[in-house]
């Protein structure tokens, strides 16, 4: 007789079969960037003025803000602190890592929703925002259910990892672009989106209490925090370089509808973005416990993503500039020439030698480079800003992340010993720099 439990059994097996956690960590931050751009091109054509459409751009902003400098760095030690853990402590851990997650969620929001008086204008060079309150409920949410994939990770859960993206993000285009069309207005938007994170918090206490002992283990966190924290300064650092150019635009500009232009074109190619962000994480684990190995596997699974991201980084340069009126709407014809400079940032974002500093347990020089990557940064937006104006800024964050990487090789090279050609495939990268370089160019004069 048909069992419909033990077929879902089967299915979800054979899927976790075919799909490694690497795959479906890709494919999760493919789904998280993916959702991001379809909501843009949705509000773009639903009908919505441009000041909605910047109001909504310079919410995700805030909301940025106020996650770049704890939450990634917190994610990002989830996990070298659970490999390090005995197996009792690591069902432990996993549930004060949901706990701890919470309640900075909420002392950010509540200092956000209280302060906003003066938050609102010195991060957005705007005196309000519509929708802020609702937004800041989704944001708590958001906030408190981050370690959900790191779970699913850690599991060795792909299929799970896999439904939790498809959920969340599918699920966010549409409470986000639904109410829009249905003539509520992005207010009615955000209220929806609070709906939903109220969801995903539901779906993370569940996966808290099964996957985690519920004992708050204060020693715990210490050791935990302990280790972030280089990792959270330099992704403070890291992530100012990308939010600085959102502030300056806001400071020095103050519209709406420029914010928006500039945060359509500042987009970065998310197949680009969530690819290598995935594969970085996964394979830090690895590099970890199996160097030679690691990085073997790591200059193979690079190299195919070479093959992948700098041919369709190139196409997009030849059609951008008709695909932006077309995609969003012919207010955003600006925004093109400016994505076709953040496409330049494949040549940096394919580069992972962060993952092999990591595990090697040398946070700080990843702080100490990107302190220099930081300065560099501002120095030069606002020279280029004031010289070129928003493609100026483009292109101080292209210098700006090429110099890290580079910074971050020589600390690989000198300090550790460890050689690029070990973990990178010099020759196929220096050819696709090259091509895409050549494609930039040829672009500017087709269009």
């Not at 033990?6 to 799909?19: D, F, K």
């Not at 109001?55 to 996990?79: D, K, M, R, V």
């Not at 302190?371 to 700006?400: N, Q, T």
């Amino acid at each position: 007789m048909f069992n419909p439990l033990q077929a879902i059994r089967y299915l979800a097996t054979t899927a976790t079969g075919l799909l490694s956690t690497t795959q479906a960590m890709q494919a999760y931050q493919l789904l998280r960037l993916g959702s991001v751009i379809l909501t843009s091109i949705l509000l773009a054509r639903s009908g919505l003025r441009m000041a909605e459409i910047g109001a909504y751009e310079a919410l995700l902003y805030i909301g940025s803000t106020a996650a770049f400098f704890w939450a990634n760095g917190l994610l990002q030690a989830i996990p070298p602190v659970y490999a390090r853990l005995q197996e009792a402590e690591r069902s432990v851990f996993l549930f004060n890592t949901f706990v701890l997650f919470s309640a900075i969620a909420l002392g950010i929001v509540s200092v956000l929703w209280l302060a906003k008086a003066g938050v609102v204008p010195a991060l957005t060079g705007l005196a309000q925002i519509p929708g802020l309150g609702w937004y800041c409920l989704y944001l708590f949410f958001h906030l408190a259910t981050l370690p959900v994939e790191y779970v699913y990770l850690l599991g060795e859960k792909p299929v799970g990892l896999t439904v939790w993206g498809v959920a969340s993000f599918g699920l966010y285009i549409l409470a986000l672009a639904l109410p829009v069309y249905a003539g509520f207005g992005l207010e009615g938007g955000l209220m929806a989106l609070a709906g939903l994170g109220a969801l995903r918090c539901i779906w993370a206490v569940w996966l808290a209490v099964l996957s985690g002992v519920r004992q708050w283990r204060p020693g715990l966190i210490r050791q935990y925090l302990h280790f972030s924290t280089p990792l959270i300064l330099n992704l403070l650092v890291g992530n100012l370089v990308l939010l600085f150019d959102s502030w300056l635009v806001g400071w020095y500009y103050r519209d709406e509808a420029i914010f928006a232009v500039f945060r359509y074109g500042s987009r970065e190619f998310p197949l680009v973005t969530a690819l290598a962000t995935a594969l970085g994480t996964a394979m830090v684990a690895r590099i970890a416990a199996d160097p030679a190995a690691g990085m073997a596997e790591l200059k193979a699974r690079t190299l195919r993503l070479f093959h992948l991201v700098f041919p369709a980084s190139a196409v997009l340069m030849f059609v951008s500039r008709p695909l932006f009126p077309w995609l969003f709407n012919p207010a955003f014809s600006a925004s093109a020439p400016l994505f076709n400079i953040y496409l330049l940032l494949t040549c940096s974002r394919v580069l992972l030698p962060n993952a092999i500093v990591l595990a090697n347990s040398r946070p700080r020089a990843i702080l100490a480079i990107g302190l220099l990557e930081l300065a560099v940064k501002v120095v030069l937006g606002f020279c280029f800003v004031y010289g070129w104006g928003l493609p100026g800024l483009a292109w101080s964050a292209v210098v700006a992340f090429m110099l890290e990487k580079i910074g971050l090789i020589w600390f690989l090279e000198k300090r550790l010993g460890v050689r690029t050609a070990d973990w990178l495939d010099r020759s196929w990268f220096a050819r696709y720099v090259f091509a895409l370089v050549v494609a930039f160019v040829l672009s500017g004069y087709v269009w």
